[in-house]
């Protein structure tokens, strides 16, 4: 249960964390390096267990641990509890998976009233020993004996007071004296007990408290959000104290072997002169960056400098170090795994490839999925703190700050004048999309991760927070209040979309590198967080077996895809076409139609302008597939309610204002996302699915003569039953005839249907009889499986998740029980009457790395997500073909 460290020998190595805790097995490995840490022992992870079950330590464990000690009394050449010149520990905590700062650490272990005398002796400095015994009393206090930590910082703030001094640096010895007096008659009147003053008592308690330390609350709920179990408990470290302030010739530091920010391979770190750990971190004197150690601690810099190298080529990463130096001596306090912002990852990643430390796989490996979507986006400057006014969903990451408006028409003529804008809304629909397209970003007080302005914000690569409960918005006096604050129109605001945070004011932020070079306005040897990238996404490439594909509905948003590496486009929402300019008039024209007639000659105006639409994407794309999907959301979705707008559109279809009125009262609906869409409105005015399949035919054809290789798959929205598919099939088939025919040039082209309702899924094998492909809509299908509104769920998921009924938002995270289950039977049953049968997904699941992974393993041949989250999923696909080391596909086909 217990092995020995430091002093030339140990009884561990790197590979036992299992077994001692990281911190230990470092230790252990340290030693084994020759590299020089203090002496001391682990107490394995095993004894905590044992203790948290049966109340008592291990039987054996006291006589191992006077073993241990005895002879770490010898290697350090002091003795526990000597009045002359005493040995003292720290107890420090240290779990297999790195806890950072979750559990308890005790210092200064071994002092005493009489110990002191000897520590001020043999230092020749009684302030400092004065000034350990303090601060181990209130640790000890706090730690093992439950004194609240308050109580002993009255008495220190007490005595700074009759002192008169403003920091605890200036109380003299005489003062540290009184006050360590004064802690141990608080711990009396506290406990009804003297403070121990048997240094193997005070060994005990620490190592008991240590133990305990592992079931504190947040230890409990940094293991549940870390995925840790609660199995493991924690490692006790005994180690034999060296002090760092002990002189001008003494000092302490942390230090990383890269830069942790940029990735850049350089020594990076602060330390301070005549200092312990504790002081480097509380900020209360600044630090020295780790350079000017060269000039101060000329000897134990060599060997500093040395002995990260030499630590960061043995583990072959990137390490984070703690160091001491005593009277001109160095030691290792620490090592581990450093952690590193997304740039750093990548670039470290890159570098240690080409430095031959790693290879191209474990590379990969270490670039963290959801960490790259940091480097696409802005975010807001670490070195900013400010308090949020509000919190809502984080839809879509960034940060952006901008005046606050509350309707489309304003932010798109401020954003005009030149200003920024951010859009405050309760919800947005598509008629707010030039206004979600001229700002900044987009804050909603209702909706969830799925609701319009998330789903279209994720699409832009545009910083949302939706769902912020908190933001009432009054749109009668432009305004919106939360958390106390009142924001006017005008007033700048500023949103962080990757914590959800709404702040007050213009916070400073920083553009992301990536985004610059991707939208051509960086060159990319200028760009070195871009070329790391892109190699790293290079090698993800070469080991994923599912393919990425994206969401885009514009030519840009197609270049954009095409330069994150999209191999085609899963899902172009034709809907959002008919936004741009002034199209909606000629859309609108169409739906008030009241005969056929009326419609086509509409639908007549939209053609072009689809086609010309389709023939950027094409291009954009050539070489790789495009999935079009045709028209889906309800109809009144396109129609203004009321005021302005209505009456200039009254005016210009040539109607009078109470006839358009009826007419868009009709198409009014209780549940529309349940009724008149999808593939229901191509079967009510087949004339739509005509006019937009001629629009992509005649598109096709034209690129295909211009020389371009083009895939057009069309794809019907909402199919419930095979039925429907085939009433739509035939149109577009009959329509492809046609064009083909007429300009005389064949397309290759595939006609399949969206999977986004139980029923569809629960027939895919009819369905697939006819469609040629399927891809998931997992968001509608989400929404359909838990009977879950994706537009108004927002409003309690969030309770949902905090009583722990769900795990995570579904529309998020796919319900891999529930939807996923669907979705496997579906793709099973469906490759059952078409082998061959191509599947996708295509809902925002498709970018999420979780849900990623899944779909690897269920036989999903590709994802497809907004342009933005791309390179998320590339990564995410390429840790799960490196998890099981087989390509996915092979694992479901089996499993049936
Ligand atoms: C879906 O439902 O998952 C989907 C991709 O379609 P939309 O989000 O446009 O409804
Ligand atoms: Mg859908």
């Known amino acids: 249960m217990v092995y020995a460290f430091g002093g030339g020998a140990a009884e561990g190595t790197k590979d036992m964390k299992a077994v001692l805790g990281g911190k230990g097995a470092n230790l252990a490995e340290m030693t084994n390096l020759g590299v020089p840490v203090p002496p001391g022992f682990t107490i394995a992870c095993a004894a905590c267990v044992e203790y948290l079950r049966g109340g008592a330590p291990p039987s054996g464990l006291r006589d191992e641990v006077a073993r241990a000690l005895a002879r770490l009394e010898e290697t350090a050449g002091r003795r526990f509890g000597d009045p002359t010149d005493p040995l003292l520990v720290s107890v420090r905590s240290g779990a297999a998976v790195s806890m950072p700062g979750m559990m308890e650490t005790i210092l200064n272990l071994g002092l005493n009233d009489r110990t002191v005398q000897g520590l001020a002796r043999h230092s020749g400095n009684a302030r400092f020993a004065f000034d350990s015994y303090r601060r181990f009393l209130q640790m000890y206090g706090d730690v093992v004996l439950g004194v609240p930590v308050a109580r002993f ?45 048997d240094p193997r008592e005070q060994l005990w308690g620490a190592i008991e408290a240590v133990w305990r330390s592992w079931t504190l609350k947040k230890a409990v709920d940094y293991r549940r959000v870390n995925g840790i179990p609660d199995t493991l408990g924690t490692g006790v470290n005994v180690v034999a104290m060296v002090f760092g302030n002990m002189g001008d010739d003494s000092g302490t530091g942390v230090a990383f072997t890269r830069d942790p920010s940029t990735g850049e391979r350089r020594f990076y770190g602060e330390f301070l002169v005549n200092a312990q750990g504790e002081d480097v971190v509380a900020g209360i004197r600044t630090p020295l960056r780790i350079e000017e150690m060269a000039e101060r601690l000329p000897g134990a810099y060599a060997e500093l400098l040395e002995t990260q190298q030499r630590l960061e080529a043995h583990f072959r990463e990137m390490q984070d170090i703690e160091f001491t130096v005593e009277r001109g001596r160095l030691y290792l306090l620490q090592t581990r795994t450093g952690k590193r912002a997304a740039a750093a990852a990548v670039r470290i990643a890159d570098e240690m490839v080409r430095e031959g430390l790693i290879d191209r796989a474990e590379a990969v490996r270490r670039v963290v999925p959801a960490q790259v979507d940091q480097l696409l986006h802005p975010v807001i400057d670490s070195a900013v703190r400010a308090t949020p006014i509000a919190g809502g969903l984080p839809a879509s990451p960034g940060a952006a700050s901008g005046r606050a408006v509350f309707d489309p028409d304003t932010a798109e003529k401020r954003a005009a004048g030149g200003e920024a804008v951010i859009l405050v809304r309760e919800e947005t629909t598509p008629e707010d999309f030039h206004g979600m397209v001229a700002a900044r970003a987009i804050l909603t007080s209702r909706g969830g991760m799925t609701s319009h302005a998330a789903v279209v914000a994720r699409g832009m690569g545009k910083c ?18 939360a958390g106390g604050a009142t924001v006017a129109e005008g007033d700048w605001i500023t949103l962080d979309g990757a914590s959800g945070q709404v702040y007050a004011g213009d916070l400073p932020t920083v553009p992301s590198e990536i985004v610059r070079v991707v939208g051509g306005q960086l060159m990319a040897d200028r760009a070195p967080t871009y070329r790391a990238f892109s190699r790293v996404l290079g ?99 396109f129609l203004p309610h009321g005021g302005e707008e209505s009456k200039l559109l009254a005016r210009t279809l040539g109607m009078g204002r109470d006839e358009l009125h009826r007419i868009v009262d009709d198409l009014r609906e209780a549940n529309p996302m349940l009724g008149h869409r999808g593939c229901r409105l191509g079967i009510t005015y087949p004339e739509i699915t005509e006019m937009q399949s001629r629009a992509i035919f005649e598109a096709a054809v034209r690129s295909s003569r211009r020389g371009h290789d083009v895939r057009p798959e069309i794809m019907i929205p909402l199919v419930a039953t095979v039925k429907e598919f085939e009433h739509q099939a035939a149109i577009i088939r009959k329509v492809a005839d046609d064009v083909m025919g007429a300009m005389g040039e064949p397309v290759p082209y595939l006609v399949g249907t969206m999977i986004e309702l139980p029923r569809a899924a629960l027939t895919a094998d ?30 309690f998921l969030g309770a949902y998740i905090e009583k722990g009924i769900f795990e995570e938002d579904p529309f998020q995270v796919l319900d891999q029980d529930g939807v996923g289950k669907i979705v496997r039977r579906a793709i099973f049953d469906g490759r059952s009457t078409r082998a061959d049968l191509k599947v996708g997904v295509c809902g925002e699941h498709g970018g999420e790395p979780k849900s990623v992974r899944f779909f690897h393993r269920s036989g999903v041949d590709y994802v497809s997500c907004s342009p933005f989250r791309v390179p998320v999923a590339r990564l995410a696909a390429a840790h799960a073909a490196l998890d099981d080391g087989e390509p996915g596909a092979l694992s479901v086909r089996r499993e049936g």
């Open 464 to 481: 949302a927070v939706v769902g912020a409960k908190e933001v009432h918005v009054d749109h009668e006096r432009r305004r919106f209040s």
């Open 153 to 197: 910082e009255q008495l220190l703030g007490a005595k700074r007071l009759t002192e008169g001094v403003a920091t605890d640096a200036e109380l003299s010895e005489g003062a540290l004296r009184t006050l360590s007096e004064e802690y141990k008659a608080l711990v009396r009147n506290a406990t009804g007990r003297e403070f121990p003053m």
């Open 539 to 637: 090698w993800a490439d070469e080991v994923r077996s599912l393919k990425v594909r994206a969401n885009a509905d514009t030519p840009r948003d197609a270049r954009m895809a095409r330069a994150f590496g999209a191999e085609g486009i899963g899902l172009c929402r034709t809907e959002h076409m008919f936004f741009e300019g002034d199209r909606i008039t000629a859309m609108r024209e169409m739906i008030v139609a009241r005969e056929e007639g009326g419609r086509r000659r509409a639908l007549a105006k939209l053609l072009p302008m689809q086609r010309a639409d389709f023939e950027g994407i094409f291009e954009a794309m050539r070489g790789f597939p495009v999935t079009i999907r045709l028209l889906d959301p309800p109809l009144h979705e």
């Open 766 to 795: 009819e369905i697939a009889r006819s469609a040629e492909f399927f891809s998931f809509g997992t968001n509608d299908l989400t929404q359909t499986v838990l009977g879950l509104s994706r537009d108004d769920a927002g409003r």
